[in-house]
């Protein structure tokens, strides 16, 4: 989202909803900001560019987990 950071769109997104599943896709490293947010719910993490067979595998994934 321009003008904001991932880890800002998920937070707004959790506090819209806080049940939202939320993958983040991003062109830096899943470093440690990243890391905190799986402790807030975040259920993903790719990073771009990304093969078409891991996003699918992981957006499969999330779709079946309660």
């Known amino acids: 989202m321009p003008g904001m950071t991932g880890i800002e769109v998920f937070r707004v997104i959790r506090k819209f909803d806080p049940q939202a599943k939320v993958i ?11 890391r905190e947010l799986l402790d807030e719910g975040l259920r993903g993490f790719i990073k771009k560019p990304f093969d078409l067979d891991d996003r699918s595998s992981l957006l499969a994934a999330q779709l079946h987990q309660r």
């Open 24 to 34: 983040l896709f991003s062109g830096q490293p899943f470093a440690q900001p990243y």
